[in-house]
Nanobody, 123 residues
């Protein structure tokens, strides 16, 4: 059983940066497709970024392209989401996710979820 624990959320002004981290306990994250999702109040959960095949493929939502970067620190078994040029519409609870295999299914979702971390961007 994999456990994912997020950290790094908080309150930041528009234009600022935050770095989210997701510590995975259990098997090495290099065996997983890993990603970050977010859910804003009254909205559905959406995929923000995904890293596949040990980082050789990275995918981003159009709304965050060029501003967010997903990466992995294999020595610490941690997935990172670097968020720059933050906007008020980025305000949401951010969730780390992982699936054993090549990609996170869009129909069934990931195998594992973190508990979420709040990101609030003030205008």
């Amino acid at each position: 059983q994999e456990q994912l624990v997020e950290s790094g959320g908080g309150l930041v002004q528009a234009g600022g940066s935050l770095r989210l981290a997701c510590l995975a306990s259990g098997r090495a994250i290099s065996n997983y497709a890993v990603g970050w999702f977010r859910q804003a109040p009254g909205k559905e959960r959406e995929r923000v970024a995904e890293s596949r095949q040990n980082g050789s493929i990275t995918l981003y939502a159009d709304s965050v392209k060029g501003r967010f970067t997903i990466s992995s620190d294999h020595a610490k078994n941690t997935v990172i989401l670097q968020m720059n040029s933050l906007k008020p519409e980025d305000t949401a609870i951010y969730y780390c996710a992982a699936t054993w295999g090549s990609e996170i299914s869009t129909s069934t979702g990931p195998d594992y979820w973190g508990q979420g971390t709040q990101v609030t961007v003030s205008s």
